[in-house]
């Protein structure tokens, strides 16, 4: 069974702290991990991660997929509260038309 | 550029009534429509998706259907409510052209089952 596993499940830091949330996954035949940032609505899309090793960038924000582990990390940092949010992990399966396998997320709660 | 829109962002219906839940893409042709449901705290769960109009493929079994009337509009609907039938309901778009595409996300219907 395809499996999509987040942690940690929810983390509390302060302002300006780095944190680094893990993603592993069980899938056959893998093809590439998104990450989303999700507020209080729509998921928006992050990151997509198709080869092991390549760091992807957007401003404060970074990832990596390690293929020989089966995990990607996603880094904040310098934190502020507007990252405050759940950050979900998913990866493309087999099928040719496009189903993801989302990991639960994890809640991510940035304090002043 | 792309949007999509769903409507209402909240819902309270009864046991056991009707319900009709839509979705629509401006600024993109033939793109694949997606229907997910996030329980409290957990991931997103697959309902539906579709490739083209009319064309619906089911994940899980369940008290709901899918339809797609025109190429940018996707229903989602009950006949007759559940109580786990409550949750936060997701539509979702991508592009149809090569392969992993990115889903793109509409806001959100809350739905709560008195």
């Known amino acids: 069974e395809d499996k999509v596993v987040q942690s940690p499940l929810s983390l509390v830091v302060h302002e300006g702290d780095t944190v680094t949330l893990n993603c592993s996954y069980e899938v056959t035949n893998f093809r590439s991990l998104l990450w989303y940032k999700q507020e209080k609505k729509a998921p928006t899309f992050l990151f997509m991660l198709?080869?092991?090793?390549i760091e992807k960038k957007s401003g404060r924000l970074s990832s990596i997929l390690d293929k020989k582990e089966l995990s990607s990390i996603l880094n904040i940092t310098a934190t502020q509260t507007g990252d405050s949010a759940i950050y979900l992990c998913a990866v493309f399966l087999t099928d040719s038309w496009g189903k993801l396998q989302f990991g639960a997320g994890t809640q991510v709660v940035v304090t002043p | 550029s792309q949007t999509i829109h769903q409507w209402p962002a909240t819902l309270v219906q009864p046991v056991g009534s009707p319900l009709s839940l839509e979705c629509t893409v401006e600024?993109?042709?033939?793109?694949?429509l997606y229907w997910y449901r996030q329980a409290a705290g957990r991931g997103l769960q697959l309902l539906f998706y579709s490739v083209g109009i009319g064309q619906i493929s089911s994940e899980v079994p369940q008290n709901l259907s899918a339809s797609r009337p025109q190429d940018r509009q996707f229903i989602l609907s009950s006949k007759k409510l559940l109580l786990s039938d409550s949750g936060f309901y997701l539509c979702a778009w991508s592009v149809q052209s090569g392969p992993d595409q990115p889903q793109h996300f509409g806001d959100g219907t809350r739905l709560s089952i008195l």
């Open positions: 198709t080869s092991s090793g």
């Open positions: 600024g993109t042709s033939n793109p694949n």
